[in-house]
């Protein structure tokens, strides 16, 4: 998760393209919750 909090703080990533990396049912191979999505963007996943 620490790769993809500093990858958004940076603006390397929009909150949009982090919503890629979260895993759902439909997306069982991502690398966060979507807990964790909140937590980094401050947004509702």
Known sequence: ?????IAFTYRWV???QLRLAVK???SPYGDI???Q???ITGKKF
């Open 14 to 16: 929009t909150s949009e």
């Open 1 to 5: 998760m620490e790769f993809w909090r």
């Open 37 to 39: 999505y909140e937590e």
């Open 24 to 26: 759902t049912e439909t």
């Open 33 to 35: 919750t979507p807990e």
